[in-house]
């Protein structure tokens, strides 16, 4: 079992960066990949980022691709999501999800259904 709870959101003005963190209980986070998501209102939930197990691997969207940073540190059971040149755009509700255990590769990981856990997400809105 694993909790996640996210922090860091805000708002803020286009140009400026945030950090995003995700702090898991559970002495398992270690074997698990770790995902960004963010659901913009009256969209779908869509994929930002995800590591692998050992951060070794990182994915990334497209859109997101040049401006976010994906980052773990297993020994604070913690991710992080560094998000530079935010734009209006960006604007959503940010999920961090665990999945692929136990230490398996990134295929998959831009699908929600590939991951089984969930928090509760961080709200980040970026004004024009």
């Known amino acids: 079992q694993v909790q996640l709870a996210e922090s860091g959101g805000g708002l803020v003005q286009a140009g400026v960066s945030l950090r995003l963190s995700c702090a898991a209980s559970g002495r398992t986070f270690s074997s698990y990949a770790m995902g960004w998501f963010r659901q913009a209102p009256g969209k779908e939930r869509e994929f930002v980022a995800a590591?692998?197990?050992?951060?070794?691997?990182?994915y990334y969207a497209d859109s997101v691709k040049g401006r976010f940073t994906i980052s773990r540190d297993n020994a604070k059971n913690t991710v992080y999501l560094q998000m530079n040149s935010l734009k209006p755009e960006d604007t959503a509700v940010y999920y961090c999800?665990?999945?692929?255990?136990?230490?398996?590769?990134?295929?998959?990981?831009?699908?929600?259904?590939?991951?089984?856990?969930w928090g509760q997400g961080t709200q980040v809105t970026v004004s024009s």
């Open positions: 590591i692998s197990w050992n951060g070794g691997s990182t």
């Open positions: 999800a665990a999945g692929g255990y136990p230490r398996k590769t990134l295929v998959g990981v831009t699908s929600d259904r590939w991951y089984d856990y």
